[in-house]
Every structure is written in C-alpha cells, then in structure tokens.
C-alpha cells in the first residue's frame, strides 16, 4: 500500500516562498510519474507539475512556468514543489498523486496541504 503525505504549507505574503514536500511510503514504491495538483474554493481540481520519477522530465503549467520547480529524490522517495513568486492566485489546497504508467491516471493521492497567499 502506497501512502503519500504532504507538507509545507501555510500563510505566505504576495512575492514570497514556500518549498511543499511529498514523501512517499510502500515496499515497492515505483512511480511513473508524480505530480502536484492544486484546488482552490470553488474551483476544480488542476494540474500543476508533473515529474517522471525515473527520467525527471517536468511539466508545468503556464500559470506557473518561471516560478515553481518541481524536484524529486529518488532514495528518498520524495517529492517537492519550490514555489516562489507566489501569489494570491496561488491559494489553493495542493496535492501531490503518483501514477504507475502512462496508461493509468492517478491513483495514489496525499491528503492536501494548504497554501495560502496574503495581498
């Protein structure tokens, strides 16, 4: 059974950073892919970044392109987000999910975290 828990959040002012970690548990945590994902009040859930576990080829989103970098670290089974620049846009609850292969969707997923940012 895989599990995956999110942390990082909380209460940041317009311009600043937060770094939000995703550390993964399993016998045999394998991903394809890991990704983070954000959802605001009101809004549906959308992606963010997406990393190949194996490759680190990286997807974002263009709302985000320039600002956040997603990373991971294979030995430890984790995954971050580096946000900065952030805006009050940003707010949202982020999660990370795991996938393993291109043909499947995401089937693992963290509980949230909370990002809010202030004006």
């Known amino acids: 059974q895989v599990q995956l828990v999110e942390s990082g959040g909380g209460l940041v002012q317009a311009g600043g950073s937060l770094r939000l970690a995703c550390a993964a548990s399993g016998r045999t945590f394998r991903p394809y892919e ?37 990373s991971r670290d294979n030995v430890k089974n984790t995954v971050y987000l580096q946000m900065n620049s952030l805006k009050p846009e940003d707010t949202a609850v982020y999660y990370c999910a795991a996938r393993r292969s291109v043909r499947e969707d995401y089937v693992y997923w963290g509980q949230g975290t909370q990002v809010t940012v202030s004006s």
């Open 34 to 70: 890991m990704g983070w994902f954000r959802q605001a009040p009101g809004k549906a859930r959308v992606l963010v970044a997406t990393i190949a576990w194996s490759s680190g080829t990286t997807y974002y989103r263009d709302s985000v392109k320039g600002r956040f970098t997603i």
